[in-house]
């Protein structure tokens, strides 16, 4: 009986509970993911009609696109979208080790999307391209730097999702340690980035060579430190023995996360397709 009643508690594809039939997370997610096709689409648009009809200032986007680094981009946005997958499916087996590593890999690959992006920015801004130069900048802009937000969102949502995995059963206060996953998660991001963008712009100028790689660290050696010794931290306040209030009830909690994630990944493959690929076709 008991364990009836607990499978009936973790079945999240049939709520009974609900006239739907749909959990209510899931379905208010599915309805703000709704309403953000909509926003996107529009932003979309808005895009492709102002790019029919060039401005007389508009830039020669082949020749600021590096379709090199777009790619790349993309293929670690979609192999994070993967790694999402795979922490449902560890969700719901009640996996939580595995929800948490899948879970950070996530938030690496999305910091990495987030610092070639920043990267490509700085390119833009030192060509002249910026937000009221051009038609293409205001468009572009807003385009791209409108997903770069949901993305940052997203890798925030998993940041909060990872932490919330070490909640312990016994009730005891966990407030602090969850600001110093929080405090030390901020460390960890913004060096990384740093590190990324800064050996980025050193491969750009001078080739991919183990001496710029070199170079590009002791220019960083800060930054890395802190990343490093952040990484430990995490490490450290990570580890725990002991019972935890998170297991299968909560994988609908993942898959909602899940949903955001993927719907983020479909836009920027559109995006790619349109503002990218469309201008070397």
Not at 105 to 131: D, K, M, P, R
């Amino acid at each position: 009986m008991s364990t009836h009643a607990a499978t009936d508690a973790i079945d999240h594809h049939h709520d009974h509970t609900t006239s739907t039939g749909i959990p209510n997370k899931k379905l208010f997610m599915w309805a703000f993911l709704a309403s953000d096709c909509m926003f996107f689409g529009t932003l979309i648009s808005t895009h492709l009609i102002y790019r029919l009809h060039q401005t007389p200032n508009s830039p020669d986007p082949k020749k600021l696109f590096s379709i090199d680094l777009t790619l790349f981009a993309t293929f670690v946005l979609l192999v994070s979208s993967l790694l999402v997958a795979l922490a449902v499916n560890a969700s719901q087996k009640g996996a939580t080790k595995s929800v948490r590593r899948l879970l950070l890999g996530t938030i690496v690959f999305g910091l990495t999307f987030l610092s070639c992006q920043v990267f490509e920015y700085g390119n833009f801004l030192h060509e002249g391209l910026t937000l009221s130069s051009s038609m293409f900048g205001t468009t572009f802009y807003t385009l791209t730097g409108t997903h770069g937000c949901h993305v940052a969102i997203g890798v925030f949502w998993l940041t909060l999702m990872y932490i919330r995995t070490f909640k312990p059963a016994d009730e005891r206060p966990w407030v602090l340690r969850s600001l110093g996953h929080l405090v030390v998660f901020a460390a960890v991001a913004v060096s990384c980035i740093i590190t990324l963008v800064s050996a980025a712009h050193a491969i750009e100028e001078h080739g991919f060579t183990a001496a710029v790689l070199a170079h590009a660290g002791q220019h960083n050696i800060v930054t890395i430190a802190i990343a490093l010794v952040g990484l430990g931290l995490l490490n450290w306040i990570g580890r725990t023995s002991k019972a935890v209030d998170f297991g299968e009830a909560n994988a609908i909690d993942i898959e909602s996360l899940g949903l955001y994630w993927h719907f983020i990944d479909i836009v920027w493959i559109v995006i790619f397709t349109v503002v990218y690929l469309l201008e070397f076709l």
